[in-house]
């Protein structure tokens, strides 16, 4: 069974910042493709970043030159480390895992900018 259990989402002042974390189970870690999704209130889903398989970046241009996606390949997690948070990056946070065998979704973690 696959399991994505995102963490590390919570309320923080504009400019600060915060490290998500989510940790993958049940799938080759190694040859996945990673992404972070968030979804504001009223807005669809967006793809933040991505962390390809063979180490490969890429980034909203909302989000580049802030966050910066890396992976553990040993502890099965990717991380996203958000610096500079602007009250319009508040969202659930979502992890993505992409393989060969299927796409697969975490339950979310809330961000919250104030102002």
């Known amino acids: 069974q696959v399991q994505l259990v995102e963490s590390g989402g919570g309320l923080v002042q504009a400019g600060g910042s915060l490290r998500l974390s989510c940790a993958a189970s049940?799938?080759?870690?190694?040859?996945?493709?990673m992404d972070w999704y968030r979804q504001a209130p009223g807005k669809q889903r967006e793809l933040v970043a991505t962390?390809?398989?063979?180490?490969?970046?890429n980034y909203a241009d909302s989000v580049k030159g802030r966050f910066t996606i890396s992976r553990d390949n040993d502890k099965n997690t990717v991380y996203l480390q958000m610096n500079s948070l602007k009250p319009e990056d508040t969202a659930v946070y979502y992890c993505?895992?992409?393989?060969?065998?299927?796409?697969?979704w975490g339950q979310g973690t809330q961000v919250t900018v104030s102002s």
């Open positions: 993505n895992a992409r393989w060969a065998f299927g796409t697969y």
């Open positions: 049940g799938i080759i870690f190694s040859r996945s493709v």
């Open positions: 962390s390809a398989s063979g180490g490969s970046t």
